[in-house]
């Protein structure tokens, strides 16, 4: 086992250990972790498999494909996160707002 | 000047935040009027309302943190309309608006010709003192207004305007921040509310340059625009 790839996968395993400490009630979330911990295992231990899906999808190399495809994944990310910080802005302005209106004086 | 009973049913809207060198001025000129005026300071540092206690018929408004001139607007909006306003103006803090261009924004209004008028430093017999750069500016926002709203006015964005109840009631700004001018515009070409542009003064003077926009926060209106475009 190379250098990188203990580095990656006691990564993979700190990430999961985490989000089980804070998930672990959903099963829909479990099965869906594990899956995913599951690829990236494989993925790691076994980088060939990631070269044959990227040649069979025109790609030259397994790590450009993880590459590519993590950067669609982060800018979903970020979409979604925004999308949220948008409702959370607008939750607070809502609640300041009430406040404000409830709360008018009048000289 | 309007008689007594229709100027207590116009709602002057002022937001405010960190202002209190010019605060008491700007509502000092529009006391004649009688018009009612609703302060919403939003979330200023330090509090306006020990320099405009001892001045009467002033609604108070606070929001507890600062969220921006949009939802301050929006605040002064709802307010007003509980109170059963029947037509509202948004006004600068700041002295950069004259109190006596109020009333050429009404008359379209209370004539029935138009249910917003927006104000407007560029039409003829407008008046501004602004400078080269902020000139460009409005004018590149005029487009950039065009493109996302279908409006082309003469001024992209000028904080007094006065509107009647059934137009306050189609506004709902979500851009707390700056980019709500546009956000207006966008609720009158999709609400189909008659609008009309009124010259009108614009005066820099030191303070209201130092205080307001530089140019450079028209570029995060723009980002907050096409956000805007993106997530409503």
């Known amino acids: 086992m190379t250098g990188i790839k203990i580095l990656l996968t006691t990564g993979v395993a700190f990430i999961a250990v985490y989000f089980f400490l804070r998930l672990r009630n959903s099963i829909f979330d479990i099965v869906i972790l594990l899956l995913l911990i599951a690829a990236a295992v494989a993925f790691i231990l076994f980088p060939d498999i990631t070269n044959t ?8 190399r397994g790590a450009d494909l993880v590459f590519y495809t993590s950067i669609l994944i982060f800018w979903f990310v970020i979409l979604k996160l925004y999308a949220r910080i948008r409702r959370l802005e607008q939750i607070i302005t809502h609640v300041v707002r009430k406040d404000a209106i409830d709360e008018a004086e009048k000289n | 000047m309007l008689n007594q009973n229709k100027a207590n049913a116009v709602f002057v809207i002022i937001p405010f935040y960190n202002e209190n060198t010019v605060i008491r001025e700007v509502i000092e000129d529009l006391l004649p009027y009688n018009y009612q005026i609703v302060l919403v300071n939003d979330g200023s540092t330090k509090s306006p309302y020990n320099i405009l206690k001892d001045i009467d018929s002033l609604y108070f408004l606070h929001h507890k943190v600062n969220l921006g001139q949009g939802a301050a607007i929006q605040t002064g909006i709802d307010f007003a309309l509980q109170k059963g306003a029947e037509y509202l103006v948004t006004f600068d803090a700041d002295g950069q608006h004259l109190s006596s ?69 189609k506004f709902n ?26 010259p009108a003064t614009v005066v820099y003077s030191d303070y209201s340059r130092k205080k307001g926009q530089s140019v450079f926060s028209s570029i995060r209106i723009f980002f907050d625009l096409v956000l805007h475009k993106l997530f409503e």
């Open chain 2, 173 to 198: 700004l979500k851009e707390n921040r700056m980019a709500h001018a546009t956000e207006f515009l966008i609720a009158i070409k999709k609400n189909k509310i008659r609008y009309k542009e009124i």
């Open chain 2, 101 to 169: 261009d109020i009333q050429s924004l009404l008359e379209p209004l209370q004539n029935n010709e138009a249910d917003i008028c927006i104000a407007s430093r560029f039409l003829e017999k407008g008046m501004h003192n602004a400078t080269k750069g902020r000139k460009i500016t409005l004018k590149v926002g005029r487009w950039v207004n065009y493109f996302f709203t279908g409006l082309f006015l003469s001024d992209a964005h000028n904080g007094l305007r006065a509107m009647n109840r059934t137009a306050a009631d």
């Open chain 1, 53 to 60: 899906i990227a040649n069979k999808l025109g790609v030259g």
